[in-house]
């Protein structure tokens, strides 16, 4: 069984069927999914998908582009998200983010960008979370800022990871994970698939984005968790390794990450 590390699915996209995407997803042998919040809202939308579906997880956090529109009200809603459902308090979310850096995007601006995802490394720390990292364009920052805040001791990844092998390097030797979706089936992607042949298994998370970066053969439409499978039949061939074993390495992987059961 395939675990999708990264999915919206409280996202407008998802509004009419989240309930069959989730059946779907179980179909399809993705036997659990974490809900990726971007806002403090949306991660209250995630806790409540979260109790209605078994194996389906949460986070909490703010995406770089909500950064300027964070307030106050919002992190104190994190912060007591994280207090009453983190998984230590018997809740289902495991992890602190989408945090980060766009410097692609820019829809907010770099210092409030910066403020945010500091202040999101200092929760994850604070409450024993792993952190999941959204950075374009701006990867040096990211693990810049990382370093300077410490990595959370229970770790984090790299979500949607496409940077160079040096920033590969740089990742693995902070113990980070980095996550790998839809771009890898991509036919503009042979910088992202030569770097990935380097990086070990035990490194690597399997992650849809859904309901963007759908895999080749559904590239362009939605994305969903169902679709974690083509991204990882295309890791394995890369790797050379048989599809069921990197399934479960990085079912392994996310379950030691998250804190949860890989459900083998
Ligand atoms: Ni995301």
Not at 122 to 145: N, Q, T, Y
Not at 180 to 198: C, E, H, M, Q, Y
């Amino acid at each position: 069984m395939w675990i999708d590390t990264h999915a919206h699915l409280v996202s407008e996209q998802f509004r009419d069927d989240v309930d069959e995407v989730v059946k779907r997803a179980k179909e399809a042998g993705v036997g659990q999914v974490v809900c990726v919040a971007d806002t403090a809202a949306s991660a209250r939308g995630c806790v409540a998908l979260a109790r209605r579906h078994r194996g389906v997880w949460a986070t909490a956090g703010i995406h770089p582009h909500h950064a300027a529109e964070a307030t106050e009200a919002d992190f104190a809603d994190l912060r007591r998200l994280l207090e009453g459902e983190a998984r230590a308090a018997g809740g289902p979310v495991v992890a602190v983010g989408e945090a980060g850096l766009d410097f692609h995007y820019d829809f907010s601006p770099r210092h409030v960008q910066e403020d945010v995802f500091r202040k999101q490394i200092r929760l994850a720390h604070e409450f024993g979370l792993p952190i999941i990292m959204h950075s374009r364009k701006a990867e040096e920052r990211v693990l810049d800022v990382l370093a300077e805040e410490g990595v959370p001791e229970a770790g984090g990844v790299l979500h949607c990871f496409w940077g160079s092998a040096e920033v590969a390097e740089s990742a693995l030797a902070m113990g980070l994970y980095l996550g790998v979706g839809g771009p890898v089936t991509f036919k503009n992607a042979d910088d992202l698939r030569s770097v990935l042949k380097s990086v070990p298994t035990e490194r690597l998370l399997v992650e849809t984005d859904a309901p963007y970066l759908a895999p080749v053969p559904f590239r362009g439409k939605r994305n969903e968790p169902a679709y974690v499978v083509h991204a990882g039949r295309a890791l394995a061939e890369l790797l050379g390794v048989v599809e069921s074993e990197l399934a479960a390495v990085t079912s392994r992987n996310a379950a030691r990450l998250f804190g949860i059961d890989a459900g083998e």
